[in-house]
Nanobody, 118 residues
Framework: QVQVVESGGGLVQPGGSLRLSCVAS???????????MGWYRQTTGNERELVAI???????NYADSVKGRFTISRDSAKNTVYLQMNSLKPEDTAVYYC?????????WGQGTQVTVSS
């Protein structure tokens, strides 16, 4: 099995920055067949939405709402993905989840709260 653990959330003022980290560990067999790792976010009463993903060949994709402000990166050797979030807005407030996707299933973390407020 695979475990996915997020960290780095917290409270930040509008215009500030945060860096989220996500570490995947466990079955080397599963990790070898990772297709994408990415970040999603969810607010109460709403569906989980894509924020950013990076593929196994390092192609990235972003939600329109975060383009130019957020950057996703991956350290393959550490099975870690990062989300650098700059120019944060109150509407970025959400629980952020990390997802490791293989051809057979998704592995989700427990989520980390990001709150943007003055």
């Amino acid at each position: 099995q695979v475990q996915v653990v997020e960290s780095g959330g917290g409270l930040v003022q509008p215009g500030g920055s945060l860096r989220l980290s996500c570490v995947a560990s466990g079955s080397i067999y599963v990790l070898r067949y990772m297709e994408t790792m990415g970040w999603y976010r969810q607010t109460t009463g709403n569906e989980r939405e894509l924020v950013a993903i990076v593929t196994k060949d390092s192609t990235t994709n972003y939600a329109d709402s975060v383009k130019g402000r957020f950057t996703i990166s991956r350290d393959s050797a550490k099975n870690t993905v990062y989300l650098q979030m700059n120019s944060l807005k109150p509407e970025d407030t959400a629980v952020y989840y990390c997802d490791l996707r293989t051809m057979s299933r998704d592995y989700w973390g427990q989520g980390t709260q990001v709150t943007v407020s003055s």
